[in-house]
């Protein structure tokens, strides 16, 4: 039995199923980066050592990354109302773990678990707004006002974690998920009542063990590049390990599992292939933007971190508002005019950037390139994620979720491994705009 698209009289008010969505995006992504200004007060606090102190946040990433695949097809199979449900609460109970640790190990394995709560959590909203939203124009909105929510939340974090840390205490920074769970959980309940809860067939154990365990340790592989080098053994065994699961993920999928995790036929549509393909390389134009602009403001130009946090807000906003007007055009322009548009930007936007140096100055040297580079992200992003789940049937819409997420995930883990070996920012910017150019390239395959 398949899920049916959810319905304005079946689950609720559309806008509130909106809502709820994009505030559980919301809550998923500023969470990757809320953390980070609170870094050294957790190790003053907890007696981190710089190597532990590091997976208070790869903890997170790595089963956010992992566990992506997993948590969208529990979406498909036991319901996306659940899924999101169960999300919520693991999340909610990690923080409330994490905001009360004692001690380093508590605080990692809180992070850990956040992570997979996450994995659960952000392929059900994409599965929410997938099966409520089929009206082409309704569904590109609702695209956009996601994709826009994710980024608030994105640079939203280094806000909220230096007021939160300075104010109050770094524990905060967890804490605060718990009440604002507990309401997203009520709201779930309610708005998404009258959804079905999934369908009776069994979980592809095969599939979820080599699928889950190959992307864990690609992801935990590339993490250690810049730290070991790309030819140690810290990187080469975990990346070979993880290569060899994922081909035997493909294998288990394609001939042996009877209901696979993954159904393979996804890939035959075109855009699905191409714009996850996309969502990879995305992932590390994504970081360059958001990650290298703030060391380039904190490393060069000596802000704070709050500072730089403060800094980049016109180009969160600036985001916000293209997010919206894309998903607008989307129905008329087509996929390929929007995302051609947005690498336009990333090549003039980062070519600008490779230029800023300690005497460039924050607005001729900052200002103006990200606001360029923003409107890129507010093109591409939720035009890709909106053609990397279309035309997809609903039962599989959890784990197409799960899949254009994960795409856009590890591409943004193999970006930061890759770009932080890059020798300079002049270096990380061009090869940034050189990714756009293999955006602009790939988009002649999107229909």
């Given at each position: 039995m398949t899920e049916p698209a959810?319905?304005?009289?079946?689950?609720?008010?559309?806008?509130?199923?909106?809502?709820?969505?994009?505030?559980?995006?919301?809550?998923?992504?500023?969470?990757?980066?809320?953390?980070?200004?609170?870094?050294?007060?957790?190790?003053?606090?907890?007696?981190?050592?710089?190597?532990?102190?590091?997976?208070?946040?790869?903890?997170?990433?790595?089963?956010?990354a992992g566990f992506m695949l997993l948590g969208g097809r529990a979406s498909d199979l036991f319901g996306h109302r659940r899924a999101l449900a169960a999300g919520l609460v693991l999340f909610?109970?990690?923080?409330?773990?994490?905001?009360?640790?004692?001690?380093?190990?508590?605080?990692?394995?809180?992070?850990?678990?956040?992570?997979?709560?996450?994995?659960?959590?952000?392929?059900?909203t994409l599965a929410v707004i997938n099966t409520s939203f089929t009206e082409g124009r309704a569904r590109a909105r609702a695209f956009g006002a996601w994709s826009a929510s994710g980024g608030v939340g994105g640079m939203a974090g280094a806000l909220a974690g230096g007021a939160l840390t300075t104010g109050l205490s770094w524990?905060?920074?967890?804490?605060?998920?718990?009440?604002?769970?507990?309401?997203?959980?009520?709201?779930a309940a309610t708005a998404l009542a009258g959804a079905r809860t999934g369908r009776r067939e069994p979980l592809d154990l095969a599939g979820a063990l080599t699928g889950t365990a190959g992307l864990g340790a690609l992801v935990y592989g590339v993490m250690g590049g810049a730290e070991h080098g790309w030819t140690s053994s810290e990187?080469?065994?975990?990346?070979?390990?993880?290569?060899?699961?994922?081909?035997?993920?493909?294998?288990?999928?394609?001939?042996?599992?009877?209901?696979?995790?993954?159904?393979?036929?996804?890939?035959?549509?075109?855009?699905?292939?191409?714009?996850?393909?996309?969502?990879?390389?995305?992932?590390?134009?994504?970081?360059?933007?958001?990650?290298?602009?703030?060391?380039?403001?904190?490393?060069?130009?000596?802000?704070?971190?709050?500072?730089?946090?403060?800094?980049?807000?016109?180009?969160?906003?600036?985001?916000?508002?293209?997010?919206?007007?894309?998903?607008?055009?989307?129905?008329?322009?087509?996929?390929?005019?929007?995302?051609?548009?947005?690498?336009g930007c990333f090549v003039a936007g980062f070519g600008w950037l490779a230029r800023a140096d300690a005497g460039s100055g924050y607005l001729a040297g900052v200002l103006g390139p990200t606001l360029l580079v923003a409107v890129g992200i507010g093109l591409v992003f939720p035009t890709l994620m909106a053609a990397a789940t279309a035309g997809v049937p609903a039962a599989d819409a959890g784990i197409a979720g799960g899949l254009a997420n994960t795409a856009s995930q590890v591409g943004g883990s193999v970006g930061l491994a890759v770009l932080a070996t890059a020798g300079g920012f002049d270096a990380v910017f061009l090869i940034a705009a050189g990714l756009g150019v293999s955006l602009a390239a790939l988009s002649a395959l999107l229909r």
């Open positions: 959810l319905t304005r009289g079946r689950v609720g008010p559309t806008w509130t199923v909106l809502a709820l969505a994009c505030a559980c995006q919301f809550m998923v992504i500023l969470d990757a980066s809320i953390v980070n200004v609170a870094l050294p007060s957790v190790q003053r606090d907890l007696g981190f050592t710089a190597t532990g102190l590091a997976w208070v946040v790869n903890g997170y990433l790595f089963t956010f909610s109970a990690a923080s409330l773990v994490g905001g009360l640790a004692t001690a380093p190990h508590v605080l990692v394995a809180a992070r850990v678990a956040q992570g997979v709560g996450a994995a659960v959590l952000a392929p059900a524990r905060w920074v967890f804490l605060i998920n718990v009440p604002i769970g507990a309401v997203l959980v009520a709201v990187v080469l065994v975990p990346v070979g390990a993880g290569v060899l699961l994922l081909v035997g993920f493909a294998v288990v999928q394609a001939r042996v599992a009877a209901r696979p995790m993954m159904p393979l036929r996804l890939f035959r549509v075109r855009n699905v292939a191409v714009g996850n393909g996309m969502l990879l390389l995305f992932g590390g134009i994504a970081i360059a933007m958001w990650y290298f602009t703030s060391l380039l403001l904190q490393n060069v130009l000596g802000y704070s971190a709050l500072a730089a946090g403060l800094g980049q807000t016109p180009a969160a906003v600036t985001f916000v508002v293209i997010a919206r007007l894309a998903a607008a055009l989307l129905p008329t322009t087509g996929v390929r005019a929007l995302v051609l548009a947005g690498c």
